[in-house]
């Protein structure tokens, strides 16, 4: 027989999962007339990750954000959460990086260095083992009063706006930006001091996503 027929009929050697980069994105709150807003836009279509999808501003940790300096800490509870899936050091990139990304893509700036005392966490969604590009992204919350500039940014994200909650619902979502919007849902009907006092976000699969 044929060694390349050999080839086809020899079971597949199991490819290893890439393994996921550490990412945060923030979820902007606006309180508007008609209700709840919340900042998001569309990656291009020429975008590497999740393209012509509506997202909420974020990206990946660089290594300049463990060592960016913050005006304000995070708040305890935020702290507690991102720490524990992530050493001190890690935690604080993670705050960073999100404060950044929201700067370079919407214009809008927590400060510099920034205040990350506005923060809240939400959760973390990991991108399926069977993708080739992967991240293990943390979700944080801030109220657009916290926020300074203008809205613009670097045109990474189109059609940005601020898009009513129920408007977000109704729009053609991946799953796993469905399922976030969810949970944050659940966390505004919250007090203060539940969302403070909150158990750790269980950790379940949606369309081979993992939320936690």
């Known amino acids: 027989m044929p060694d390349s027929t050999l080839d086809l009929l020899a079971p597949k050697a199991r490819q290893r999962p890439v393994r996921p980069r550490h990412a945060a994105s923030l979820i902007v709150l606006r309180h508007a007339p008609g209700g709840l807003e919340i900042l998001m836009g569309t990656r291009g279509a020429k975008a590497r990750f999740m393209p012509n999808r509506l997202v909420f501003p974020g990206g990946a940790v660089d290594r300049a954000d463990y060592r960016a300096k913050a005006?304000?800490?995070l708040p305890p509870h935020t702290a507690d959460h991102l720490q524990r899936g992530a050493p001190p050091r890690l935690a604080h990139a993670l705050a960073?990086?999100?404060?950044?990304e929201l700067e370079e893509e919407t214009g809008f700036t927590l400060g510099h260095p920034p205040h990350l005392d506005g923060l809240h966490y939400l959760c973390r969604a990991i991108t399926p083992p069977n993708s080739p590009i992967r991240f293990s992204a943390r979700f944080l919350v801030v109220d657009a009063e916290r926020l300074s500039g203008t809205?613009?940014?670097s045109g990474e994200l189109e059609n940005?706006?601020?898009?009513g909650l129920e408007e977000a619902l109704g729009m053609d979502l991946i799953s796993i930006t469905r399922?976030?919007?969810d949970e944050?849902?659940?966390w505004l009907a919250l007090g203060e001091p539940e969302r403070a006092s909150r158990p750790h976000v269980r950790i379940r699969r949606t369309a081979k996503w993992h939320l936690e």
């Open 151 to 153: 809205l613009g940014g």
């Open 71 to 73: 005006a304000t800490p």
């Open 184 to 186: 944050l849902q659940d």
């Open 160 to 163: 940005l706006r601020f898009y």
């Open 96 to 100: 960073i990086a999100a404060a950044r």
């Open 179 to 181: 399922e976030i919007l």
